[in-house]
């Protein structure tokens, strides 16, 4: 157990729906991090937050989003989804100090029918 | 722009051979991070090592080393004495310590360990 919580661990849903993709990072962590790897485009940054606040912003489709609450757990919601969506999606979490390197959940894998 | 290039799609080595696996990186900042993960086919993403553009010695953890060449910008990583349980995607990562933090990966290496 890495001490970062993602939650569900697998997703089956329908073109056109919503989800909800949800991350405890670990214990003392302040920063979240989500990622998308899909077979085709490797492992692409999405966003950021410290602390709650929106730190960083990658290739993050307007159909997603996400935010960070007061207790440190993040939620990435996915909207209208397409077939293309269909990844596993990471979350990440990091102390104030860099040299540590990320600590990943085990991810979310969304199948998109 | 940062970026990060891994030009080893795949690789095999021997077990208990040595490997290197290629990263190489662009950046206009002078602080930054390089990392390497692994991920085993569980799909988990494992830290190795990291090496700070500062940093004058190259990273070393266990059987894992970083052959950081700052003015080649590469951050090759080397695993000694390979085990079967190497058999992994490895990933290069950078991260600057200004604008927007933001990590990027590279494509990945797929190793397999022969026995």
């Known amino acids: 157990d890495s001490g970062v919580t993602q939650t569900p661990k697998h997703l089956i849903t329908a073109t056109g729906q919503r989800v909800t993709l949800r991350c405890s990072p670990r214990?003392?962590?302040?920063?979240v991090y989500w990622y998308q790897q899909s077979l085709d485009q490797g492992l692409q940054f999405l966003i950021q937050y410290y602390n709650g606040e929106e730190r960083a912003k990658g290739n993050i489709l307007e159909r997603f989003s996400a935010q960070q609450f007061p207790d440190l757990h993040s939620e990435l919601n996915l909207s209208s989804l397409e077939l293309g969506d269909s990844a596993l999606y990471f979350c990440a979490s990091s102390a104030q100090t860099a040299r540590g390197g990320y600590t990943f959940g085990s991810g979310t894998r969304l199948t998109v029918v | 722009a940062q970026k990060i290039t891994q030009t080893q799609p795949g690789m095999f080595v021997q077990e208990k051979e040595a490997v290197t696996l290629d990263c190489t990186y662009d950046t206009s900042d002078q602080s930054y991070g390089l990392f390497w993960y692994k991920q085993p086919s569980s799909g988990e993403m494992i830290f190795l090592i990291y090496q700070g553009s500062y940093d004058e010695q190259n990273a070393t953890e266990g059987r894992y080393s970083l052959n950081f060449q700052k003015a080649r910008k590469s951050a090759n990583l080397v695993i000694s004495a390979s085990q079967l349980g190497d058999s992994a995607m490895y990933f290069c990562a950078m991260r600057e310590f200004s604008g927007t933090y933001k990590y990027i990966f590279g494509t990945g290496t797929r190793l397999k360990v022969l026995a």
């Open positions: 214990s003392g962590d302040l920063s």
